[in-house]
């Protein structure tokens, strides 16, 4: 199966400052490979396809990065719209049906998780979110987001993390009056009627969202 990839890269990186007040985030270094190329080789190594990125915080710098592949941009320049609006924005560049989204802030070891998750989406699914226990996070923040209820189903609070990365039908951002705002209220909306889904990592994952998580991340792909 082959479903196209939405890579979030219009961020304006606050967390990351001083490092994205001339770079955005997604250009940001780890290990020698950009954490925009991380994850757009986790998505051509799952066989995805289109791809696209949205841009804003500085995103000439993105959009010149990009230049020559394959992949088409989404300008919010004029308004960041979260992840929510921005994908709903860029839906025209990926075609119908689902979609997965990517958050490249992140770096993983293990399995691929967009293959994981093409092989485990099915047809009655509306999401497929893939999760990292709070034990096996690096650099979080915080607790968890989810737990898994009934055939692996999502419940909001417990001590799973979401790791950036998911499949999810669109068709429902239609219903959803504002023009800025988080992919949440998908889920919910999902969550409510049973068809939202995780998937638990087995490998390690770092949010790479602080200047002082870039060693962290590093010394993860060196393990």
Known sequence: MTLPLMIFAAGKGTRM??????????????????LLDRALALGRQAGVGPVAVNIHHLGQQIRD???????????????LLETGG?????????????????????????PNPVRALLDGWREDMDALLM????????????????????AGRLIRKGDLVYGG?????????????????????????????????????????????????IPLAESLLDA
Not at 65 to 77: P, R, T, W
């Open 165 to 213: 990365v998911q499949i999810i039908r669109p068709e429902r951002l239609a219903e959803i009056p504002e023009q800025v705002f988080s992919l949440n209220r998908l889920w919910d909306l999902m969550i409510a009627e049973g068809r939202a889904y995780g998937l638990v990592h087995p490998g390690a994952w770092c949010d790479v969202g602080r200047p002082d998580c």
């Open 65 to 79: 990065h990009v230049a020559g592949q394959d992949i088409a941009v989404s300008d919010e320049a004029d308004l």
């Open 86 to 110: 921005g994908l709903r924005k860029a839906l025209p560049l990926l075609g119908p049906g689902p979609v997965i989204t990517m958050n490249p802030d992140v770096v993983w070891t293990g």
């Open 131 to 150: 999760l990292v226990p709070l034990a096996r996070t690096h650099g979080r923040q915080g607790g968890g987001d989810f737990s898994l209820g009934s």
């Open 17 to 34: 400052a001083p490092l994205t007040d001339r770079v955005p985030k997604p250009l940001i270094a780890v290990g020698g490979q950009t």
